[in-house]
């Protein structure tokens, strides 16, 4: 009697490739339309998803997945919140452990970094004071009586609401953080932390100085990527909090740097 195996995989790969179709011609999907549409589990679809994820023919984000952008991973901040959404969570409730009260944080941009602050805001921590040049971190903040807010000033960047340039690196130079939670676009074992924008990266060096101790925040899907502007070096970083799907390889390459690396 014949094998139904390669029947059954067959069927499974036609349909990750229809999948995969609707992501480029509409730019996104859910696990509900997958489910409709295909006439299969929740569980199936996000595995589904996960596969093609994998193979970077859409990004995962939360409940559905989009179309990857061909010029890089500089996704607006509202589409980059709903991407690796639950490692990100994971991820902030860790980074939060490490604060006491009455200390002074620092939080880059990103959506990790936005996670982070709600998480933040969410905690029992008081007297704490935020130090941002984020827009919508900042935001955050505004009507948190328990919290002191300094918010760098400088020149937007609209993609990223972050303020940069000349004038945000003058501030910070000025001040001093017991935390620094940075955010990077890329992880990369020689080139170190990097970032998609030269002004971004300058002012990330300037905090990295500024902090006793810093620590990456940074999914798993950051592992491995170069980006145009190094931000900060392996020498200046304390841990990596990231999800468990990271590359063990690297995971122990940055362990043999000094770096501790958490995985959630």
């Not at 607006?76 to 991407?83: A, C, G, N």
């Not at 100085?209 to 970083?237: C, M, P």
């Amino acid at each position: 009697m014949p094998v139904q195996i390669p029947r059954i995989r067959l069927l499974t790969e036609e349909r990750r490739r229809e999948i995969a179709g609707l992501v480029e011609r509409e730019g996104r999907v859910t696990v509900n339309e997958i489910r409709r549409l295909f006439g299969v589990s929740a569980v199936t679809a996000r595995s589904d998803l996960d596969t093609l994820s994998a193979s970077g023919a859409v990004v995962r984000s939360h409940g559905g997945g989009i179309r990857p952008l061909v010029t890089g991973p500089d996704y607006p901040l509202k589409v980059r919140e709903s991407i690796r959404h639950e490692e990100k969570v994971r991820i902030a409730r860790a980074a939060v452990q490490l604060v006491r009260p009455s200390q002074t944080v620092t939080l880059c941009t990103g959506s990790t970094s936005a996670e982070l602050a709600s998480q933040l805001r969410k905690s029992s921590l008081e007297h704490l004071t935020v130090i941002t040049y984020a827009l919508n971190i900042a935001m955050q903040f505004a009507d948190s009586p328990n919290m002191s807010l300094v918010m760098i000033g400088g020149i937007l960047r609209q993609v990223s609401n972050a303020f940069v340039g000349p004038q945000a690196e003058h501030m910070i130079a000025s001040l001093h953080a017991d935390h620094l939670f940075l955010s990077t676009v890329g992880l990369d074992l020689d080139a170190g932390l990097t970032t998609i924008d030269i002004l971004e990266a300058q002012l990330n060096m300037r905090m990295v100085k500024a902090a006793r101790e810093v620590t990456v925040i940074a999914d798993s899907s950051k592992f491995g990527h170069r980006s145009l502007s190094v931000s900060a070096q392996w020498s200046q970083v304390h841990r990596v909090i990231t999800d468990d799907a990271a590359p063990a390889d690297t995971v122990a390459a940055l362990r043999a740097k000094g770096v501790d690396v958490v995985l959630v």
